[in-house]
């Protein structure tokens, strides 16, 4: 190693450097500590010719004897690349490369600082011993106190009679106290032996050996568990454990133990798969539910996988398959929700060019709780090409499927599908309004293999239908005033004539079609029926208008809008042909609200009311409050009736109101919670209940929860006891953050627990 002084340090031993003013502390993030200090090093760029491997030491005095030992004194600075030192006094052994320091002595590389009594290094190794050390992270929470620390050639640290913690200096809310650390500060994560952990100065637990973490970087260990207890799961204890098994691998297995229903284990696979492309699986298993009849075996897979294979093609794939209709209602997966009553199988290669692309894809759609399944795509083929311009502004496009529909029973007809429109456009935008004008020609070509009972369906079908559609659209606005503010008000007419061409469509069996819901943006669309097996013939003109109201910075503070289709014949095609439709002459009148109505007060709400027969098909409205970001207070009110219920195929109306919040009590505690009632129950459907308290460096969540259960019919629902219409239980999350924890609670995800996921209003569109 190449020892050179700069800037004649041996000759003028006397030389003096002005220290430069230490710079004024830079604004830290939350919860990430730093030495309670500042002191500034001087600064070796302004040295010319210096390598990494020099050393500059620069002190008030200093004396030396060459080939032998130079002593320093008074601002001592030493530094070496990116390692500094800053004492009272130093002493540089020249023959044995060995440099002492003491006195206010700071040591500080990229990855630490640390205060000592005193240092002993070795210049020919890079290594360094402190006596009586304090320690922090840079960037991170972890820091902590030593008798002895070593620091290696490769930058790690090894640490004697020593303590660790992510909270700040002063609060030991946790302190895990050991015989030995050693920190790996290449992997950011320490080794841990003979430790022991003290939870508000009181000892709670030994760990005779452990790693944890001082920085985010992925570690094989365990989590920290959660605990609950339900009406319906009992005891409940859950203990992951993370495997880190490569950079593009990792593995969460986690044993849940319920004391109603047994051992329920999960595992969640993680992959990446070059740079574009991920995927997951997830496969959950509890052997014998104790809680359903004849205890039986109750399991999931599920494997998803989505990314690029290069600039052209796409992929995707998703598989879930679970044992039976209420898995998501009683057991607490990692993969659905327990309001998913469907579960998607789908497989997809696209390609994609300037003006074309092509898509491949297989699908199967499981429905929990309904006998009848949908049909299977098997396989779907999609082309589709556009040209802008194509002739005097005239843009051209031309979309085309062509699908195979297969049924897992094979009493059910199968069929092929020839789908193809060529369309021409002329649209004509400006600032003050647009003018869109379209024609199409919907050529479909059926291949059906019908079986005994579907008599009606042909076993070849080709059906050509025409369509033109005009869609214009006016801005206007002026300057208005309005409650003593001055605001700019546009108005905004819109309209739409739709001519689709009838053609008798029953000899067509149903595989992917719906009927599409009519709300104010729906009344705007050119079709009736989501898929392709019924086409409904129009002859209509829809009329609608926005009106916004925005403020001196251009953000909208108010918006309305309303619209109505006016029907010149009465639609031919139903959905059913056993379903009889009522003539009428208008569609619903639909309308939206979104609106800031007075400081922290917003309103949002829909609604569809069919005009002639004087009753509302929907209504929905959401106020809130929200004076800060972290602050809410929601209230919400929904009602749809005749609506069918999947399970029974009765009629049933839905009217339920409902209260949601999220307000901190103090800087650290947070409380959410909701409260949903049925009207025309009389009861509550839902209550949810939580505290969260969050600090630097641990986290607690109380919740309770109370809530109906969706029951599916199934077999294995029969239970010993009759099944519990509702469900309530108490959850306890507690995370130490530093030790493995799986990572900070948030109040986002409380908001989102139950059966209503909280909703934002949608006022905020700028």
Known sequence: MQIRYFLALCLLPHTVFAQAPAPEAEQLPLCVVEPPFSRSFNDREKLSGIQDTD??????NSSAAFDDKAH????????QGSRHIAADQAILDQKKQ???????????????TITAESLQAQMSSSSATLEG?????HGQQAHGDAKKLQITSENNLILSGTNFTTCPPGDESWLLEADMIKIDSEEEWGEIWNAKLRIADVPVMYIPYMTIPVSDKRKTGFLFPSFSTSTTNGVQLSTPYYWNIAPEYDLTFTPDVMSSRGLFVKTEFRYL???????????????????????????LFHWSHQGAIDENWRV????????????????????????????????????????????????DIKVLGEDELPYQVMPQLNFNYRKINFWNAIDFRFNSELTNFQHQDNQYTTATRLHMVPSLTL????????????????????????DEKDTQLSESVSRTIPQVRLHGQINFERPTTFFDSEFKQTLEPQFQYLYVGYEDQSDIGIYDTAQLQEDYFGLFRDRRFSGLDRIADANQLTLGFTTRFLDDNNLEKF???????????????????????ESESTSVLAAELDAHLYKDWFISGSMQHDTENNKNKKNEVTLDFRPSKDKLLQFSYRYVPDLLNTNTNDRVNISQAGIRTSWPISDDLYFVGNWYYDLNESRRIETYTGFQYESCCWAVRLSYHYRIKTNYDDDLSESIDSREEFEKGVYLNFVIKGLGGSGPLGVDDMLNEGLFNYRKPLYLRN
């Open 55 to 60: 050393i500059v030491i620069i002190s008030d």
């Open 72 to 79: 320093f004194s008074g601002d001592v600075s030493f530094s």
């Open 98 to 112: 060995q440099l002492s320091a003491n006195g206010n002595l700071i040591f500080k590389d990229d990855q630490f």
């Open 133 to 137: 050390a304090e320690y922090w992270f």
């Open 273 to 299: 798969a070059g740079e574009q492309q991920n995927g997951q699986l997830n496969v959950e298993y509890l052997g014998n539910d104790r809680k359903l009849f004849n205890n039986p075996e109750r399991y």
């Open 316 to 363: 995707r794939a998703n598989y879930t398959d679970v044992s039976d209709n209420n898995y998501f209602n009683d057991l607490n997966s990692d993969v659905n929700r327990s309001t998913d009553n469907q579960l998607s199988r789908i497989g997809e290669a696209s390609y994609f060019e300037q003006n074309w692309d092509f898509n491949m894809r297989v699908q």
């Open 427 to 450: 649209p004509i935008q400006g600032p003050a309004g647009s003018l869109t004008s379209e024609i199409k020609l919907l050529q479909t070509q059926y291949w059906q293999a019908p």
């Open 559 to 581: 918006k309305f809008s309303l619209g109505q289709t006016l029907y010149f014949e009465d639609s031919k095609v139903l959905l059913e042909n056993h379903y009889l439709q």
